[in-house]
């Protein structure tokens, strides 16, 4: 028999947000092989960090939980509390590896600082100017991840060093105090380039990152800025998780607060469960993983469960009884 609603919501308190946290810190992972196309530049595996808010049921228990977004349109804030959420994704893949969640008053930076202890050797990671602090930068360094950060273009950075490419190093500094008196600096790589875009106001234009490989012959500054492009991908990642798996302005159902993370969770396990099943057939295929349309795989999926529904689990064996031969 097909559980009634009223079950199925019982059954979901009773289960709370944990497992499937647990679940989702359990079995996503990069996906990216030697194999895969897209995922590398020149031996260092792809990842961004971005977030994004999610609307969540407008009730009185999850507007406390976790609070509406500023409005000037609406007095008291937007027409739906929100969860924030945080991601780390492989770009080559778009499977969203890690993610912190809270409530929309908590910033990005501060779920960002949650996830940065995940990244490690081997790793090139890009991150939007938003997520820049002297602090984040040399935490996000000492895990021997490399990075390619975007800043503002405000930001004072003295060209200490000219390189071959174009780029120069300089010094960033923990504070504007220490930048004058010159102390505890540490050395970074920026690449300065313009977009020829005349729609976008003069300051998105200009471009500055920063780079902890610091030799251009190990990363060019032209394939730097290329390759910051790519940091879109993840932009696209959070969109079919919001837009096309979810469903376009629809809010999260859950009533209430732990209900709002189990379902967060639960998306973000189908959310990798469909990049993998992408990424395999990409495999197969000998294509990037980019190649593929995440609306077909995520109609793909949902035929799949309709056709081969779920089912009960067996029943255990009849045990002997007394006058059985």
Request: include cysteine.
């Amino acid at each position: 028999e097909v559980p009634s609603k009223v079950a199925i919501v019982k059954t979901r308190r009773r289960l709370g947000s944990e497992p499937l946290e647990l679940l989702f810190g359990a079995v996503a992972s990069p996906l990216a092989t030697e194999a895969t196309r897209g995922a590398f530049y020149r031996g260092l595996r792809l990842v961004s960090l971005d977030g994004t808010c999610l609307d969540v049921a407008d009730t009185p228990a999850n507007e406390e939980a976790f609070g509406r977004p500023g409005s000037w349109r609406r007095e008291g804030g937007g027409a739906f509390p929100q969860l924030r959420l945080v991601g780390l994704a492989e770009t080559g893949t778009h499977a969203i590896w890690n993610a912190a969640l809270g409530p929309c008053s908590s910033s990005e930076q501060e779920l960002a600082d949650q996830l940065l202890g995940l990244l490690g050797p081997g790793m090139l990671c890009t991150a939007d100017r938003g997520f820049y602090s002297f602090e984040r930068f040399q935490t996000a360094r000492a895990t021997g991840a490399e990075l390619l950060w975007r800043v503002k273009s405000s930001m004072v950075l003295a060209r200490e060093r000219t390189l071959t490419d174009g780029s120069y190093l300089t010094r960033i500094f923990p504070s504007q105090a220490d930048r004058r008196g010159d102390r505890g600096g540490e050395q970074v790589r920026v690449v300065e380039y313009r977009l020829d875009d005349p729609g976008l106001p003069e300051a998105e234009q200009r471009y500055r990152l920063l780079s902890t490989i610091l030799d251009p012959d190990q990363a060019p500054a032209a394939e730097l800025a290329a390759l910051y492009r790519e940091r879109w991908e993840i932009e696209g990642a959070l969109d079919e998780l919001k837009s096309h798996q979810r469903g376009p302005r629809v809010v999260l159902r859950s009533k209430h607060p732990d209900g709002v993370y189990q379902e967060a969770y639960g998306y973000l396990c189908t959310h990798y469960a469909i990049r993998r099943l992408m990424h395999d057939a990409a495999l197969q295929a000998d294509l990037d993983p980019d190649r593929l349309s995440f609306i077909r795989g995520l109609r793909a999926a949902r035929r799949s469960t309709r056709t081969q529904p779920g089912f009960s689990p067996p029943r255990p064996p009849r045990r002997p009884r007394a006058g059985d031969r």
